[in-house]
Each structure stands twice: as C-alpha cells, then as structure tokens.
C-alpha cells in the first residue's frame, strides 16, 4: 500500500522567514497531491492542489512543488507569520488504489 | 454557509454501549467519508460513500458501521465500542470522489474516549 511520510518533529522558525515542509510517499504514483492545513481541535482545510504532471503551484505566500522522479512534494509559506502556526498534511489520491492517503503532518511553529 | 456539521464534539461512553456519531453537510456533495486520527498514524479512513445507498470499507472499517439513506447525512455507528477506539473521528464530503477540483471538506471532529 501506498506510504506517506512527513516530518514527525516540529519545525520552528522565525516570523518572516520561509518555512518549508516536506512529503514524501513510496510505491505507486499519485494522480494529484493535496496539502491540508489543521489547527488544534479542528478539522483539516484545504491550501493547495497540484497534479502529477504540474511541476509548481502557487497561492498568495504559498507554493508547493513536486518530484515525481524523487516521489517528493514541498511546501513552502514565504515572509511566514505567527498566524501560519499550525500542522500542516499532505494527501495524495491515486488511480491505482481510487483514494487519499494522508501524511501525519508536520507542526509549524512561527516565532515573532 | 458551506461546511460539514458533526455530533458530538465531545463523546465518553463506556465499553460495549452502542453510540452513534451524526454527520451532515449541507454542499450537495456526492462523496463522504469517515476517518480517524491518531498520533503518529495520521488520518485513516473507515469508510466511504460514493452516493446515497452506495457505501465500502475504508482501511480501519472493523468495529464501525455506516448508512446512506440521503445524500446530506451519513452517521458513523458503533455497535459496541472497545477502548481501542478511542480517538479523534473525522467526517469529510467531496463533490465527486477524485475529481481533480474537488478536495475534501472536513468537520471540526469528535473526540470520543471509551473507558
């Protein structure tokens, strides 16, 4: 089955810098790549979609790439904010199991 | 305004005694899905339903029932909880299941403790 993974371990930075997350998942190739926004005791939102065959997707201060050669996608928040504290997840859907997998997610803390 | 409305937020029930989670979202989406969130794993789904009356096994499906009567509402039964399922659940809807455009749309979730 397909794996996801992120970075379990916290990732602190300073107000204004760019934060980066990385997702990365084995096996089969994902159709498109979603990632997810969560803020403590609420549901996921969604950011950003970018498909197999898109290289780079951006959304204001956001941008996501992807590798399918490395089976890699980053996410990026530019000029980051206190407010973008948050955990962010990675999804991808795939044709080959017709469904998303989620990452664990990756906690971002901004620091003022 | 658009959203996915799940009860309760919060739920403790004992062992063995049969409780439901309700789920509705008011966006006439064809495609709902119920998961689970624990540390460390991630979300995995329990189950998922295309359209009304048309529902299948996620990845964590034992334990759990679900029904599809209308297309807006699609509760998460627990015939006879054990403390292993104890956890945060997550009710999801999507326009179409893997269109492209169509992400999933979460409710704020339940938190529920089986003692």
């Known amino acids: 089955s397909q794996k996801i993974e992120q970075n379990s371990e916290a990732l602190n930075i300073q107000e204004g810098k760019t934060a980066t997350l990385t997702c990365n998942y084995t096996n089969y190739s994902p159709a498109y790549l979603q990632w997810y926004r969560q803020d403590p005791g609420r549901g996921p939102v969604f950011l950003l979609l970018?498909?197999?065959?898109?290289k780079e997707k951006r959304k204001e201060r956001l941008k996501v790439t992807f590798d399918t050669t490395l089976k890699q996608s980053l996410f990026h928040i530019t000029a980051s904010q206190p407010a973008d504290s948050a955990t962010y997840l990675c999804a991808l859907w795939t044709y080959n199991f017709n469904k998303f997998y989620f990452g664990s997610g990756t906690k971002l803390n901004v620091k003022p | 305004e658009a959203q996915v409305t799940q009860n309760p937020r919060y739920l403790i029930t004992v062992t063995g005694k049969k409780l439901t989670v309700t789920c509705s979202q008011n966006m006439n989406h064809e495609y709902m899905s119920w998961y689970r969130q624990d540390p460390g794993l991630g979300l995995r789904q329990i189950y998922y339903s295309m359209n009304v009356e048309v529902t299948d096994k996620g990845d964590v499906p034992e334990g759990y029932k679900v029904s599809r009567k209308e297309k807006r509402n699609f509760p998460l039964i627990l015939e006879s909880p054990s403390p292993n399922q104890t956890s945060l659940y997550f009710c999801?809807?999507?326009?179409?299941?893997?269109?492209?455009?169509?992400?999933?749309?979460f409710g704020n979730g339940t938190r529920l403790t089986v003692t």
């Open positions: 999801a809807s999507s326009l179409k299941r893997g269109q492209n455009n169509s992400p999933l749309h």
């Open positions: 970018i498909r197999e065959n898109e």
